[in-house]
DNA sequence: TTATAATACTAATATGATTAGTTTACGACG
DNA sequence: CGTCGTAAACTAATCATATTAGTATTATAA
């Protein structure tokens, strides 16, 4: 059935990751690729659909790769500890992979329904970890979409220079932390 | 001193910012814009140093440009209104001016020192809106950076399309919105 | 009217993406 | 053990873009 071995796919998106770790986003070239894998760069088109199914790939990877990470986060905690350990796991994913969480949130296209889904199972993490604090299912749904809203702004910026006073990140992450779930006890006393 | 008028410089910008908005920060090309302005593309080195001081002169148009909407957007207001305001006035610059958005978030050299000053000129606005609520100096640090992370990460996952369930994006705004202003309040009664 | 200086141009080179067509190598099967 | 099929890798060629070097142009100022 395989008459040939050929590149393995995980060493290939890991190859992609390293890239986009070390250039960002746009040095994950296919002849860069290639260079790293020791293959010419039209034989990439027998692995991936050209530069943007690459990208496309590497999308999927990364978010697939956060949402693993989450998971662990998540695993024997719940409240507010769940709440925290999971905003500090999603920060530290984006600071330890900061060019594979690039791709991850990449603009998707309508036809990436596998990426789609596993953002889906993002959102239904964080929604199984609000239970506790019994919201509608709106408010249950607002308050995801806070969250990711935080977290991803929070390691966007940091990566992108913008926190540049001097001044502690990891308290600013925990004091962003406190914020957001202070107003959520606030929101829900005031039902 | 000009001995020949040449491409305006807001023109530049502007359809570089058109480019932008249409089709993505990696639209914005030196060969489209110079197609653009009905221009060769060497010619455009006359006036920005190469892509990526296209890119770089983007960048700090476009910080000027949401810095001035959010100068507009708490003139006359002050306290929650200002706040609130201030918020929905950055998520609606980010909505229009996609592109633009895009480019005024991308990571900063160390050399782009003008882009560095708006930067901080946004900082000291969210600072003077902060006054009422009496927080010390650190605590109004992480307040900023946690208010940019709030409106930076709506507006980029927003764009992202990373919100795709049916659920009213102005509401999740609104709603995250009194979540931080509720937690911010919580913060304050604290001490 | 002419000199100057900024601007725009053409030509050429380099890098990367992509396609077409060919060759190679591994595994299955007689 | 040989050969056959298939997927993978290759070379060659084309296209688009960025960039540099060197030349021509043109508006203003003297």
Known sequence: MSPRPGIDRLQLLQSAAELADQGGLHAVTLAALAGKLGVRSPSLY????????????????GLQ?????????????????????????????????????????????????????????????????LTPYQLSEPEALHTVRTLRSLCHGFSSLERSGQFALDLDLDDSLNFMIRIFIDGLHQQNSQR
Chains 1, 2 share one sequence.
Not at 72 to 100: I, M, N, Q, W
């Open 65 to 129: 790769t956060l949402h693993e990470q989450m998971l662990k986060a998540v695993a024997g905690r719940s409240g507010e500890d769940a709440l925290r350990f999971v905003c500090l796991t999603y920060v530290d994913f984006a600071r330890s992979h900061p060019g594979l969480y690039e791709a991850a949130l990449q603009p998707l296209r309508p036809d990436q329904q596998e990426t789609q889904r596993v953002g889906n199972q993002i959102v239904e993490l964080l929604l199984r970890i």
């Open 46 to 61: 027998n692995h991936v659909d050209g530069l943007s199914g690459l990208h496309a790939a590497l999308t999927l990877h």
